[in-house]
């Protein structure tokens, strides 16, 4: 009898197949339930700027996130197959199920619920206990297209790592992703608060507040979770591209080719192993993410648009601040 062989693929591409499938029934569970439906806006209105800019971003990424799908596809003809670019955009899809994971116990952030909306899945997450977390404004035509166009960022990270490659032929693979990791993070910090912050999109709850640029205002950008830990799922992706061989095979296909199966049952296992090694660095980001949320400060006097209803005026429950104790759904 010959010994078994080592087949990371498999491991990889189950870790992959089981988060598609507990995604599927989240998403389902939400979207049959009573809870799916737009966050209102609440009593204070929405400044008139506000709203032209969310009607000028909305489309406006989704028209970048389309373009990334048709360079994508475009990929796929020329190869004749489906590349590693198109594996990587659907893994970076299959995470949008937990961009909202940090507020699973209390709130990590707000969206503004102007924005179109239908409310949140988080509540169908087992173990989630922020109050009226249903209520949180989660925004499909912004993060949707965020989350499909992660593949350029993929293919900047890649350009700067060769580039300081080239310059310095003798970096290690581990500073390589270092680099990666800060171009990644200064990127977000400078998306985040021009994009996201001063636009009025959001509203980030601060855990440090040495670690927080304008700390206190509805502006603060906190360096945790976003551009050190959420990075870290960009740097995953980064990664499997940079460091994939000569034929464009990802590191996470190793015993791939020990598997006597259909091209297509290659291809597909592939695929979902891809999904699994960004799944495990974006469940990585998501526990530091929630662990960082213990400690939210909430800048004051927020508008209603702002806490989606969740905590502060009008609700029973306190927004989280230092001294205020993780709260749950009560009777």
């Given at each position: 009898?010959?010994?078994a ?6 491991w ?8 598609i499938?507990f ?44 373009t990334?799908?048709?360079w994508?596809?475009r ?9 590693l670019d ?12 937990l ?8 709130p990590?952030?707000?969206?503004n ?10 509540g ?5 206990l ?21 593949i350029?960022?993929?293919v900047?990270?890649c ?21 990666a ?5 200064l990127f977000?910090?400078?998306f ?7 636009t ?5 709850l ?8 304008f ?5 603060q950008?906190s ?11 960009m740097v ?8 994939a061989?000569d ?5 996470s ?6 598997i ?6 290659k ?17 990585c ?5 929630i ?8 800048p ?8 989606d ?12 601040n230092?001294?205020v104790p ?6």
């Amino acid at each position: 009898m010959s010994p078994a062989r080592n087949r990371p693929v498999l491991w990889w591409a189950g870790l992959g197949a089981a988060v598609i499938a507990f995604q599927a029934y989240v998403y389902i569970a939400w979207i049959s339930s009573s809870e799916f439906k737009p966050t209102p806006t609440g009593p204070d209105p929405v400044p008139q700027l506000e709203k032209v800019i969310a009607w000028i971003l909305q489309p406006s990424l989704a028209l970048v996130a389309l373009t990334a799908l048709i360079w994508v596809i475009r990929g796929c003809r020329r190869a004749g197959a489906v590349t590693l670019d198109a594996k990587l955009l659907i893994a970076g899809y299959c995470q949008l199920w937990l961009d909202p994971i940090g507020s699973l116990i209390r709130p990590e952030f707000f969206f503004n619920s102007y924005y179109v909306n239908f409310g949140s899945w988080i509540g169908h997450i087992p173990g989630a206990l922020t109050p009226n977390g249903h209520l949180l404004a989660d925004l499909p035509l912004l993060e949707l297209p965020v989350y499909g166009s992660l593949i350029f960022i993929c293919v900047a990270g890649c350009s700067l790592m060769r580039a300081v490659r080239r310059r310095r032929p003798q970096t290690s693979n581990l500073a390589l992703i270092l680099c990666a990791w800060v171009g990644v993070a200064l990127f977000l910090m400078v998306f985040e608060e021009v994009l996201v912050l001063r636009t009025g999109a959001a509203v980030w709850l601060s855990p440090v507040s040495w670690l927080t640029i304008f700390y206190g205002s509805r502006f603060q950008m906190s360096l945790v979770p976003d551009p050190i830990f959420w990075s870290g799922l960009m740097v995953a992706m980064i990664s499997l591209r940079f460091f994939a061989t000569d034929r464009g095979a990802p590191r996470s296909d190793a015993g791939l080719q020990d598997i006597a199966v259909q091209p297509r049952i290659k291809t597909a296992l592939s695929t979902l192993a891809v999904v699994g090694v960004v799944s495990a660095a974006m469940l990585c980001a998501s526990v530091l993410a929630i662990g960082a949320s213990l400690y939210s400060t909430t800048p004051r006097n927020l508008p209603s648009y702002l806490r989606d209803g969740i905590c502060g005026k009008g609700t029973r429950f306190e927004c989280p601040n230092p001294g205020v104790p993780i709260q749950t759904p009560r009777p």
